[in-house]
Nanobody
């Protein structure tokens, strides 16, 4: 059974950095589009960034130039380096694995990791 486990969240001051990790198991990691999403209190979950199996990325405008996604297919792990953090980055960050075939769509989610940025 596919499983995603996030780690690396915490409390940081504005302007600081954090690195999130998402370890995948029970799946062929390399063929999935991996992504990070976040949900702030009272708001809907939103896309932060995705990375394809080939390394193509798609960042939301709100994090472009500050966050960097990477993946290690040998370690079945995707990372999110978050720099120049702002209070508005405060949210629960979720890891996602996505794959669409002719037969069905596969979507897996982690339980999330809390990121809190103080002003």
């Amino acid at each position: 059974q596919a499983q995603l486990v996030e780690s690396g969240g915490g409390l940081v001051q504005a302007g600081g950095s954090l690195r999130l990790s998402c370890a995948a198991s029970g799946m062929i990691f390399s063929i999935y589009v991996m992504g990070w999403y976040r949900q702030a209190p009272g708001k809907q979950r939103e896309l932060v960034v995705t990375i394809t199996s080939g390394g193509s990325t798609n960042y939301s405008d709100s994090v472009k130039g500050r966050f960097i996604i990477s993946r290690d297919n040998a370690e079945n792990t995707v990372y999110l380096q978050m720099n120049s953090l702002k209070p508005e980055d405060t949210a629960i960050y979720y890891c996602n694995a996505h794959r669409r075939t002719m037969a069905r769509t596969h979507d897996y989610w982690g339980r999330g990791t809390q990121v809190t940025v103080s002003s």
